[in-house]
């Protein structure tokens, strides 16, 4: 899924959407979870205050394209003393990414796409393990302490750290259910808490739009997404998934909730409650569905929150495009999103670097509580004033990418913890209300992403190819009718017999490897 | 006079004689030095960006190490081949491959030379120029637009398709969810977007054929149809068997970005090729190794494909590639 994160949708040139970064358990509401971890070590910082260069290959973003002259930068070397040199890819990151390996240039600093790109690489010996430099981070090392989750899902396969973890900027990722909340209350119709009232409510929408599909989603875009979405609403996973309440990993797609949940998509599909081409139904055409009036309920990143309700107020000031909370597809079960709000990108440190130790000494800033205040909120007096307690930008500024686009916070290389609070104090009502209540209904934990070593990567992407295919396959046949449901017993023999416990075998071996490191020396 | 002729003699001869002494090779060099120059760019260019990136295929039988290079990594010998092979999907990918490949020469390959001899019959200039600027345009659009165009056109909900079939009568149909229709639509796609430019070289052939025979068609009382037949078609044969024989090479090589944008689980029946595999597993992996093990095989079948069509043609007919 993280793979198709990080090739689909920058195709679908969505990616500002996914550029977030990894989420703790933090409360993106509460600035009490602004613990600082970081605090005693800071005199590491002042002594590091020596004036250094680094080069450095980062994302470039086409919405706040790279400046020079973003004071951002500026504001890094006051605290740090280093100015970063930085190259921006002229194609695709990735791509710039193994040239630079190829060729054996490497900048000091690199940006990653994602954990299996720093993973391999690092395995392949071109970066920085960073668990050998532990001494000289000491406020990263009380940082994993704080955050254990997101270091741990930090690690290689062999229990080495290449990439620097971030937490915080992840929430942008998350994902919601959204309705349009004037016409629910126009028809008289109660937001639904579970699929079998969604279905009456689509139902009863339909009656009264017979040209709409009230529930439309771009599923054919983001169709891992859109999986683990629905997958989690039904109490299972999409592919090989960690039950924590079990402790075992097992795999969704066979199970009868999934089963049920199957059933459901083909009862929206033959009532024509979602659009019969819901496979291939392209972004555009999806929002011009839900902007028309055409669909009434979707699924997607948090953010559209705003964008829909931004576009269509001004001429139909009734809009409302609201937060939904996520019904619950089994009789009792819980009323879930998925954990989305994680970041896979991150700086990494080359192995060929001569700067190493003050890279390290550089890097350790960003996880202080310095290093965070300045990562999200900028320079007290020029971007954000304190009234008591609270940190709040300057009235200046108002919206987060014009906010990134004048400052160059929060772009590519100037981050690794923030703090979510300075996005969300300059989001809509609408959409700070959304991220409100999205927490009330996050699972209890992240989902595991163990690194695998390079044969279980063999299995994962021949035999996991093999079964995810059949198994998209299959949801299109069951939910079109191409297939019968009653078929099901067969299908489950098909995909088991493509490899199931393999693939499970393969991620209990790599989450069990990873349980098993201990995360510091002390 | 003679002793004139005789020092003129010698003089010759010692003239002649260094070539005579430094062989064949030199005196050709001698002789068309400027030409050599000439060719020279191009030969670096086809040993430097041709030829030696070919040794990098030894990484198709090692475990690929960016960092380490290329020598340094490990031998694996014919691990990513085996990997391929016995992939439960090989045999489904194989065969889409190959059917869309097929369905494109077979109706993608004859458009072009049926639409340059129309446009040959046609009269008046200004409606032949037309039509030709019209027919290049689709070329010049990017596959990613096109995908979209086509999925949009070709929706239920709202698409032009749709609703001029409605209009009639039908329909809706789900175009883009039927595997039956997924090759129809693939390949009409590639007519509409390359069928203008791909007459470029048949017109060009056209016009180099004699007027006199068609004159001399005429003197015998040919009917249009019949000079189509005898003069026009003969005249452009060659070229017609050249392309068809290229053609045939690249029967595999089907464009990845369009087919992986056109297509979705429903339709993976016949619209999973070999490419858009390579590309899924590839994001998981990142693995060159295996890609281009895969690339290789590809350019080995091709190869056989191109040198049997090579072969038959210069059975069968004079014209061949060489």
């Not at chain 1, 576009?311 to 009792?332: I, S």
Request: hydrophobic share 40%; net charge negative.
């Amino acid at each position: 899924m993280n793979k198709w994160k990080s090739v689909m949708l920058p195709l679908a040139a969505a990616a500002i959407l996914v550029s977030g970064c990894s989420g703790g358990n933090n409360n993106p509401a509460s600035p009490a979870a602004t613990a600082a971890p970081g605090g005693e070590a800071s005199p590491a910082t002042s002594e590091a205050k020596q004036a250094h260069t680094f080069t450095a290959l980062l994302d470039n973003n086409a919405t706040f394209p790279y400046s020079k002259d973003w004071p951002v930068w500026g504001w890094i070397k006051d605290q740090t003393g280093v100015t970063l040199e930085v190259q921006t890819p002229s194609g695709k990151l990735a791509e710039a990414l193994n040239l630079a390996v190829a060729s054996n240039a490497l900048p000091d600093l690199m940006y990653m796409p994602n954990r299996k790109e720093s993973n391999k690489f690092g395995q392949q010996g071109a970066l920085v393990d960073l668990m050998e430099y532990m001494d000289k981070l000491p406020n990263l090392t009380a940082w994993m302490k704080q955050y254990p989750d997101e270091a741990k899902a930090a690690l290689s396969a062999d229990g080495k750290m290449y990439m620097f973890p971030n937490q915080g900027f992840g929430e942008t990722n998350r994902m919601i259910w959204m309705y349009r909340q004037d016409v629910f209350e126009k028809e008289g119709i109660q937001a639904p808490k579970t699929y079998d009232e969604l279905h009456t409510a689509l139902k009863t929408l339909k009656a009264k739009y017979p040209d709409s599909y009230p529930l439309s989603l771009r599923y054919g875009q983001i169709p891992d997404e859109m999986n683990t979405n629905m997958t989690v609403n039904y109490g299972t996973g999409e592919g090989a998934y960690y039950d924590f309440d079990a402790k075992e990993w097992r795999y969704g797609p066979t199970e009868d909730s999934y089963k049920e949940m199957v059933g459901m998509w083909k009862q929206f599909y033959d009532e024509g409650l979602i659009p019969p081409d819901f496979l291939s139904l392209q972004t555009k055409q999806w929002q011009d569905m839900v902007s028309t009036g055409k669909s009434f309920v979707t699924v997607d990143y948090i953010s559209r929150v705003d964008f829909f309700n931004n576009a269509m107020r001004k001429e139909n000031p009734e809009f409302n495009m609201q937060f939904l909370a996520p019904p619950a597809g089994l009789e009792g079960g819980k009323q879930l999103n998925p954990y989305f709000h994680y970041m896979e990108g991150g700086l990494t440190v080359a192995s060929t670097s001569k700067n190493i130790e003050d890279i390290m000494n550089y890097m350790d800033f960003f996880y202080s509580e310095d290093g965070r205040t300045l990562s999200s909120w900028g320079v007290e007096g020029e971007t954000y004033v304190k009234e008591g307690d609270t940190i709040k930008f300057k009235p200046e500024f108002t919206d987060v990418i014009e906010m990134r686009k004048a400052t160059g916070l929060q772009t590519s290389g100037t981050y690794t913890w923030i703090d979510f609070n300075a996005h969300l104090s300059l989001f809509s009502d609408d959409l700070k209300h959304a991220y409100e209540e999205a927490v009330k209904y996050d699972p209890a934990n992240m989902q595991p992403r163990p690194a695998f070593t390079e044969k279980e990567n063999e299995v994962i992407s021949i035999t996991g190819q093999a079964i995810k295919k059949h198994r998209d396959e299959s949801f299109a046949k069951f939910v079109t009718g191409s297939r019968k449901l009653a078929d099901w017993d067969k299908y489950v023999e098909e995909i088991n017999n493509l490899g199931v416990d393999k693939l499970l075998a393969t991620y209990k071996e790599a989450y069990d490897r990873v349980q098993n490191i201990q995360l510091s020396s002390n | 006079m003679a002793q004139t002729s005789v020092v003129q003699d010698n003089l010759r001869k010692e003239m002649k004689d260094p070539y005579r002494r430094q062989g064949r090779l030199l005196r050709t060099w001698n002789h068309n030095k400027t030409l050599w120059l000439l060719f020279l760019p191009c030969l670096l260019y086809y040993l430097i960006f041709r030829y030696a990136p070919m040794f990098g295929l030894v990484i198709t039988f090692k475990d690929y190490n960016l960092f380490k290079g290329i020598w340094a990594s490990d031998w694996v010998g014919l691990k990513y081949y085996r990997m391929f092979f016995e992939n439960p999907d090989f045999w489904p990918l194989m065969k889409n491959t190959l059917l869309l490949g097929l369905y494109k020469l077979v109706f993608g390959f004859p458009a072009p030379v049926i639409l340059a001899i129309l446009l040959n019959e046609v009269r008046k200039a200004a409606f032949k120029k037309f039509v030709q600027t019209v027919s290049y345009l689709p070329h010049f659009i990017s596959n990613v637009i096109v995908a979209s165009m086509v999925i949009m056109f070709l929706s239920p909900t709202g698409g032009l398709i749709n609703n001029l079939l409605g209009t009639f009568g039908i329909g809706p149909v789900n175009f883009m969810n039927e595997p039956g229709m997924f090759r129809g639509i693939y390949v009409l796609s590639e007519i509409w977007q390359h069928i203008g430019w791909e007459t470029i070289i048949y017109l060009a052939a056209l016009t180099a054929i004699d007027p006199q025979l068609y004159e001399a068609a005429d003197m015998d009382g040919a009917s249009r149809m019949r000079k189509i037949w005898h003069v026009t078609l003969p005249g452009i044969s060659p070229a017609i068997v050249i392309t068809l024989i290229l053609n045939i090479g690249k029967v595999l090589e089907i464009g990845f970005e369009k087919v992986f944008l056109m297509q979705n689980p429903a339709i993976y029946d016949t619209a999973d090729i070999i490419s858009t595999y390579v590309y899924r597993v590839g994001m998981e992996q990142g693995n060159f190794s295996y890609g281009a093990s895969i690339d290789l095989f590809m350019g080995i079948i091709s190869l056989i494909f191109i040198y049997s069509a090579n072969y038959i043609s210069r059975r069968v007919s004079e014209t061949s590639l060489w």
